[in-house]
């Protein structure tokens, strides 16, 4: 009895080796990297426009990056165009990118706590939206001169509020 059991597990076995992935199963990769990168908010700085239009925006245009910068202490910074990161790197290459330190506002912090299966799964999402746009414009240091609009990304005090204190 015990063998009989053993020969149809192995039977089993080999019948889910015969089988190579199927279409379904590579399009559930894609959706949970499409699921990462909403929950992330990638697009919230890297897609121009798409929290004003609360995310009804179609994905060919998603993650091209934002020629709008952030200003602090650290300078001017660009949330990049993802769409031509990703088509440049290896996934090898975006395991270290996602793990690497960012200037300020991007959360790289909270990218970097994602497992490794996560991460390849953003990146085959990412991939397979192909290579679109332009690349944002160069970080621009403190103090440096800056040619586009930018949000100024210090907090602000209003000074009608000191005032009457
Ligand atoms: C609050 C805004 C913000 C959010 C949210 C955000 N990013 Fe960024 N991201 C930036 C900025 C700004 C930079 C540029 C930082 C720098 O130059 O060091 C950046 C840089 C990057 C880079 C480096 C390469 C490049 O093109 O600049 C990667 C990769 C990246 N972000 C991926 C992501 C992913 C994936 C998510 C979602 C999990 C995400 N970002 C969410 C703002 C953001």
Redesign the pocket.
């Known amino acids: 009895m015990k063998f009989i059991t053993l020969v149809i597990a192995m039977l089993l076995l080999n019948a889910l080796h015969a089988f190579p992935a199927s279409a379904d199963s590579v399009a559930t990769g894609l959706e949970r990297g499409r699921f ?2 909403k929950f ?3 697009n ?3 897609t121009p426009g798409y929290s004003e239009i609360a995310g009804k925006m179609a994905e060919q245009d998603w993650l091209k ?1 934002s020629s709008v910068g ?1 200003q602090g202490p650290w300078g001017t ?6 769409r031509l ?1 990703f088509a440049s790197w290896s996934e090898q290459e975006w395991l270290v ?2 793990r690497a330190q ?7 912090f ?2 970097a706590e994602l497992p490794d299966d996560d991460l390849r799964a ?1 990146y085959r999402y990412i991939r397979s939206l192909g290579a679109s746009g332009q690349p ?1 414009p160069a ?1 621009v240091a403190p103090g440096g001169v800056v040619t586009t609009p930018y949000i100024v990304f210090t907090p602000q005090v209003d000074s009608k509020r000191v005032a009457n204190k």
């Open positions: 990462l990168v992330g908010g990638c919230d700085c890297h990056g952030f910074s660009y949330p990049g165009n993802l990161d990118a996602a960012r200037m300020p506002p991007m959360p790289w909270a990218l953003i944002a970080y």
